[in-house]
Protein backbone atom coordinates (compact mmCIF):
# COMPACT_ATOMS: atom_id res chain seq x y z
CA UNK A 1 0.00 0.00 0.00
CA UNK A 2 1.29 3.60 -0.50
CA UNK A 3 2.11 5.48 1.99
CA UNK A 4 1.70 9.28 0.60
CA UNK A 5 -0.29 8.88 -2.68
CA UNK A 6 -0.71 11.98 -5.08
CA UNK A 7 -2.18 11.81 -8.32
CA UNK A 8 -1.70 12.87 -11.24
CA UNK A 9 1.96 12.22 -11.59
CA UNK A 10 1.96 14.48 -14.46
CA UNK A 11 0.06 17.23 -15.76
CA UNK A 12 1.00 19.57 -18.57
CA UNK A 13 -1.91 23.11 -18.85
CA UNK A 14 -2.04 25.67 -21.09
CA UNK A 15 -1.55 29.43 -19.22
CA UNK A 16 -4.71 30.46 -17.63
CA UNK A 17 -6.21 27.10 -17.22
CA UNK A 18 -7.09 25.75 -13.67
CA UNK A 19 -5.98 22.55 -12.13
CA UNK A 20 -5.58 20.52 -9.03
CA UNK A 21 -3.51 17.87 -7.47
CA UNK A 22 -4.48 15.43 -5.10
CA UNK A 23 -3.01 13.98 -1.91
CA UNK A 24 -4.12 10.92 0.04
CA UNK A 25 -2.05 9.41 3.30
CA UNK A 26 -3.13 6.33 5.18
CA UNK A 27 -0.52 6.47 7.88
CA UNK A 28 -2.88 8.04 10.49
CA UNK A 29 -0.67 10.84 10.18
CA UNK A 30 -2.34 14.55 11.34
CA UNK A 31 0.07 16.90 10.03
CA UNK A 32 -0.09 17.07 6.13
CA UNK A 33 2.44 19.53 3.32
CA UNK A 34 2.55 20.83 -0.02
CA UNK A 35 6.40 21.70 -1.13
CA UNK A 36 7.25 22.54 -4.46
CA UNK A 37 10.58 21.79 -6.08
CA UNK A 38 11.79 24.38 -8.56
CA UNK A 39 14.41 23.40 -11.69
CA UNK A 40 17.42 23.97 -9.36
CA UNK A 41 15.71 21.44 -6.97
CA UNK A 42 15.39 23.31 -4.28
CA UNK A 43 12.38 22.26 -1.77
CA UNK A 44 10.17 25.36 -0.98
CA UNK A 45 7.26 24.59 1.70
CA UNK A 46 3.91 25.99 0.84
CA UNK A 47 1.31 25.09 2.92
CA UNK A 48 1.15 22.71 6.35
CA UNK A 49 -2.03 21.45 7.58
CA UNK A 50 -2.20 20.09 11.05
CA UNK A 51 -5.91 18.10 11.43
CA UNK A 52 -7.61 19.91 8.80
CA UNK A 53 -6.23 23.30 10.22
CA UNK A 54 -3.78 25.76 8.31
CA UNK A 55 -0.54 25.94 10.39
CA UNK A 56 1.50 27.41 7.72
CA UNK A 57 1.22 29.53 4.48
CA UNK A 58 4.39 30.48 3.29
CA UNK A 59 4.37 33.49 0.71
CA UNK A 60 2.73 31.98 -2.02
CA UNK A 61 0.31 33.83 -4.51
CA UNK A 62 -3.01 33.40 -3.78
CA UNK A 63 -3.52 31.68 -6.83
CA UNK A 64 -2.59 28.40 -5.00
CA UNK A 65 -5.40 27.27 -1.92
CA UNK A 66 -5.11 24.11 -0.31
CA UNK A 67 -8.25 22.16 0.97
CA UNK A 68 -8.15 19.66 3.11
CA UNK A 69 -11.35 17.75 3.79
CA UNK A 70 -9.94 15.85 6.36
CA UNK A 71 -6.61 14.26 8.08
CA UNK A 72 -5.59 12.07 5.39
CA UNK A 73 -6.53 14.07 2.53
CA UNK A 74 -4.98 17.25 1.45
CA UNK A 75 -5.37 18.49 -2.20
CA UNK A 76 -3.61 21.98 -3.89
CA UNK A 77 -5.74 23.86 -6.43
CA UNK A 78 -4.26 26.34 -8.46
CA UNK A 79 -6.23 29.14 -10.55
CA UNK A 80 -5.00 30.59 -13.49
CA UNK A 81 -2.24 28.56 -14.09
CA UNK A 82 1.26 30.95 -15.09
CA UNK A 83 4.80 29.16 -17.48
CA UNK A 84 6.32 29.96 -13.77
CA UNK A 85 4.32 27.27 -11.91
CA UNK A 86 5.83 24.58 -13.69
CA UNK A 87 7.32 22.78 -11.30
CA UNK A 88 7.33 19.29 -9.21
CA UNK A 89 4.84 19.06 -6.43
CA UNK A 90 5.46 17.21 -3.59
CA UNK A 91 2.53 16.41 -0.66
CA UNK A 92 4.13 14.82 2.42
CA UNK A 93 2.83 14.03 5.55
CA UNK A 94 4.24 13.00 9.36
CA UNK A 95 2.58 12.93 12.50
CA UNK A 96 2.73 16.25 14.79
CA UNK A 97 4.04 15.57 18.05
CA UNK A 98 6.16 18.61 19.17
CA UNK A 99 9.78 17.94 19.53
CA UNK A 100 9.09 14.54 19.26
CA UNK A 101 7.22 14.45 15.68
CA UNK A 102 8.43 11.89 13.23
CA UNK A 103 10.11 12.50 9.65
CA UNK A 104 8.34 13.35 6.72
CA UNK A 105 6.93 10.90 4.15
CA UNK A 106 6.51 12.24 0.41
CA UNK A 107 4.54 11.36 -2.11
CA UNK A 108 5.84 10.31 -5.86
CA UNK A 109 5.46 14.23 -6.87
CA UNK A 110 3.64 15.69 -9.69
CA UNK A 111 5.16 17.18 -12.35
CA UNK A 112 3.38 20.77 -13.74
CA UNK A 113 4.22 21.98 -16.87
CA UNK A 114 2.73 24.93 -17.70
CA UNK A 115 2.65 25.67 -21.84
CA UNK B 1 14.43 31.96 11.97
CA UNK B 2 15.54 28.10 10.93
CA UNK B 3 18.22 27.84 8.01
CA UNK B 4 19.84 24.62 6.47
CA UNK B 5 22.74 25.15 4.69
CA UNK B 6 24.43 22.81 1.91
CA UNK B 7 27.44 24.45 0.41
CA UNK B 8 28.45 21.35 -1.78
CA UNK B 9 26.07 21.78 -4.53
CA UNK B 10 28.06 19.20 -6.62
CA UNK B 11 30.24 15.60 -5.72
CA UNK B 12 31.67 12.45 -6.71
CA UNK B 13 32.90 9.29 -5.26
CA UNK B 14 34.32 6.43 -6.93
CA UNK B 15 32.33 3.29 -6.23
CA UNK B 16 33.62 1.36 -2.98
CA UNK B 17 35.20 4.59 -1.67
CA UNK B 18 33.57 7.10 0.88
CA UNK B 19 32.39 9.93 0.97
CA UNK B 20 31.06 12.94 3.18
CA UNK B 21 28.19 15.33 2.49
CA UNK B 22 28.38 18.76 4.69
CA UNK B 23 25.24 20.44 6.44
CA UNK B 24 25.12 23.55 8.61
CA UNK B 25 21.71 24.42 9.98
CA UNK B 26 21.04 28.01 12.32
CA UNK B 27 18.10 27.45 15.02
CA UNK B 28 17.57 28.89 18.51
CA UNK B 29 15.60 25.82 19.36
CA UNK B 30 17.10 23.78 21.69
CA UNK B 31 14.75 19.99 20.83
CA UNK B 32 15.09 19.14 17.33
CA UNK B 33 15.22 16.59 14.60
CA UNK B 34 18.07 16.35 11.53
CA UNK B 35 17.12 14.47 8.91
CA UNK B 36 19.05 13.37 5.84
CA UNK B 37 16.98 12.40 2.53
CA UNK B 38 17.88 10.86 -0.56
CA UNK B 39 16.12 11.87 -4.09
CA UNK B 40 17.00 9.34 -7.11
CA UNK B 41 15.96 10.34 -10.63
CA UNK B 42 12.78 8.35 -10.22
CA UNK B 43 12.26 12.04 -7.77
CA UNK B 44 10.71 10.05 -5.05
CA UNK B 45 12.10 11.27 -1.45
CA UNK B 46 13.56 9.07 0.44
CA UNK B 47 14.61 9.02 3.93
CA UNK B 48 17.98 7.90 4.87
CA UNK B 49 18.77 8.57 8.40
CA UNK B 50 17.44 10.65 11.33
CA UNK B 51 19.03 12.56 14.10
CA UNK B 52 17.44 13.76 17.57
CA UNK B 53 18.78 16.03 19.01
CA UNK B 54 19.13 15.65 22.57
CA UNK B 55 21.07 12.16 21.48
CA UNK B 56 25.16 12.34 21.81
CA UNK B 57 25.27 9.47 19.78
CA UNK B 58 25.32 9.68 15.97
CA UNK B 59 23.04 7.57 14.08
CA UNK B 60 24.04 5.13 11.94
CA UNK B 61 22.25 2.95 9.37
CA UNK B 62 24.06 -0.07 7.23
CA UNK B 63 26.71 2.28 5.26
CA UNK B 64 25.39 5.75 6.59
CA UNK B 65 26.55 7.80 9.55
CA UNK B 66 25.89 11.11 11.15
CA UNK B 67 28.68 13.13 12.68
CA UNK B 68 26.31 15.57 14.29
CA UNK B 69 27.79 18.02 16.23
CA UNK B 70 25.06 20.67 18.15
CA UNK B 71 27.52 23.29 19.61
CA UNK B 72 28.94 23.82 15.88
CA UNK B 73 25.49 22.76 14.57
CA UNK B 74 26.95 20.64 12.22
CA UNK B 75 25.30 17.24 10.84
CA UNK B 76 27.55 15.56 7.96
CA UNK B 77 26.53 12.47 6.35
CA UNK B 78 28.92 9.65 5.43
CA UNK B 79 28.80 7.34 3.25
CA UNK B 80 30.81 4.52 3.36
CA UNK B 81 31.61 1.88 0.28
CA UNK B 82 29.61 3.83 -2.17
CA UNK B 83 27.13 2.11 -4.85
CA UNK B 84 26.34 3.21 -8.42
CA UNK B 85 22.75 3.26 -6.74
CA UNK B 86 23.76 6.20 -4.25
CA UNK B 87 23.69 8.18 -6.96
CA UNK B 88 21.30 11.12 -5.88
CA UNK B 89 20.56 13.99 -4.39
CA UNK B 90 20.91 14.50 -1.09
CA UNK B 91 18.92 16.83 1.35
CA UNK B 92 19.43 18.18 4.88
CA UNK B 93 16.31 18.90 6.57
CA UNK B 94 15.98 20.41 10.29
CA UNK B 95 12.28 19.88 12.25
CA UNK B 96 11.72 21.59 15.12
CA UNK B 97 8.22 21.19 17.44
CA UNK B 98 5.31 21.76 15.41
CA UNK B 99 6.30 19.25 12.95
CA UNK B 100 8.20 22.43 10.30
CA UNK B 101 10.35 20.91 8.07
CA UNK B 102 13.12 23.30 6.70
CA UNK B 103 15.20 21.71 3.75
CA UNK B 104 18.88 22.77 2.19
CA UNK B 105 19.45 23.62 -1.06
CA UNK B 106 20.40 19.61 -1.74
CA UNK B 107 23.69 18.32 -2.90
CA UNK B 108 24.01 16.17 -5.73
CA UNK B 109 26.56 13.19 -5.41
CA UNK B 110 27.00 11.27 -8.42
CA UNK B 111 29.20 7.64 -7.71
CA UNK B 112 31.87 7.01 -10.67
CA UNK B 113 31.95 3.51 -11.52
Known amino acids: DTAVSQTPKYLVTQMGNDKSIKCEQN?????MYWYKQDSKKFLKIMFS???????INETVPNRFSPKSPDKAHLNLHINSLELGDSAVYFC??????????????FGQGTRLTVV | AQTVTQSQPEMSVQEAETVTLSCTYD???????LFWYKQPPSRQMILVIR??????QNATENRFSVNFQKAAKSFSLKISDSQLGDTAMYFC??????????FGTGTSLTVIP
Open chain 1, 92 to 105: ASSQWGGARGTEAF
Open chain 1, 27 to 31: LGHDT
Open chain 1, 49 to 55: YNNKELI
Open chain 2, 27 to 33: TSENNYY
Open chain 2, 51 to 56: QEAYKQ
Open chain 2, 93 to 102: AFMFSGNQFY
